[in-house]
C-alpha cells in the first residue's frame, strides 16, 4: 500500500510540513506501507493556465513526474493549513492540474492545521469544492490540529501541550488506521473496472 502525503502549506518550514513528517514517519513504521511527501513550500506548482490541457511541454515538464507518484498511490492524506478561513491558493490550485487518473476513487484524510481555535473551514472547503472531477473520496473521518506549535514537536520543546500532543498522536493514528482500511476496500472498487467511463469524465 503506498500513500501520499500532500502537504498544502507555501510557507518555508510551515507547521503542516511538520505535521506531514510526523504522519510520514508513522505510516513509515507500518512494513505494509510505502509513502511519498509532496510539499507546496515555497509554491513549486505554477497556477493553472490552458496549456495543461494543450498538453504543452512545460507542463509535462513538471506534471509527468508528479502524475506518476500519484497514479501509484492507493490513498493520500492531504494537509491544509487555514488562511484568513481558507484553504491555501496553492493547495486548491493541485486540485486544478491532477484529475481522475491521479486521484480518482481513491481515500484521502483531511488533516486541517490551526496556528490557533480554528481549522474548521478548509474541511469543509475541501469537501465542498475540491473533490468534483477528480473524484477523490474523502474518508467521513478527518483531524483538526489547533494551536499546532503546541503539539507534534521535539520532546524537548517547552511550548509543547503534553495532553494535546498525546491526543492529537493518537487521534492521528487512529485516524490512518481507517484510511488504511478505506484504501484496501476501494482499490477493489477501482480493479472492478465500473468507475471506468469516457461519456462521464467529470463530475456534476
Known amino acids: 500500500m503506498k500513500i501520499a502525503i500532500i502537504s498544502g502549506s507555501h510557507r518555508q518550514k510551515s507547521q503542516s510540513l511538520k505535521v506531514a513528517t510526523h504522519i510520514q514517519e508513522t ?3 507500518d512494513s505494509d506501507c510505502e509513502t511519498w ?3 507546496l513550500e515555497g509554491n513549486p ?3 493553472w493556465d490552458e496549456g495543461v490541457w494543450d498538453g ?7 506534471l509527468t513526474p508528479l502524475r ?3 497514479s501509484s498511490c492507493d490513498a493520500l492524506v492531504i494537509i491544509t493549513p ?3 478561513g481558507q484553504v491555501p491558493a496553492g493547495l486548491k490550485n493541485f486540485f ?3 484529475g481522475k487518473n491521479e486521484l480518482g476513487n481513491k481515500p484521502a484524510l483531511i488533516v486541517s492545521v490551526s496556528a490557533g481555535a480554528g481549522g474548521s473551514y478548509p474541511v469543509a472547503e475541501l469537501r465542498m469544492s475540491s473533490y468534483k472531477n477528480n473524484r477523490i473520496c474523502y474518508i467521513p473521518e478527518h483531524v483538526i490540529i489547533r494551536e499546532v506549535e503546541s503539539v507534534i514537536n521535539n520532546a524537548d520543546d517547552p511550548k509543547t501541550n503534553e495532553r494535546s500532543d498525546r491526543y492529537i498522536r493518537e487521534r492521528l493514528q487512529w485516524s490512518l488506521n481507517i484510511l488504511k482500511e478505506y484504501s484496501k476496500a476501494l482499490n477493489q472498487v477501482r480493479e472492478s473496472g465500473v468507475t471506468e467511463t ?3 469524465g467529470n463530475g456534476m
Open 82 to 84: 487555514e488562511w484568513h
Open 198 to 200: 469516457e461519456k462521464f
Open 27 to 29: 505510516l513509515d513504521n
Open 56 to 62: 504543452e511541454q512545460k507542463w509535462l515538464d513538471i
Open 45 to 47: 506548482l505554477p497556477l
Open 37 to 39: 511527501l509532496y510539499s
Open 68 to 70: 506518476e507518484q500519484l
Open 96 to 98: 486544478l492540474l491532477f
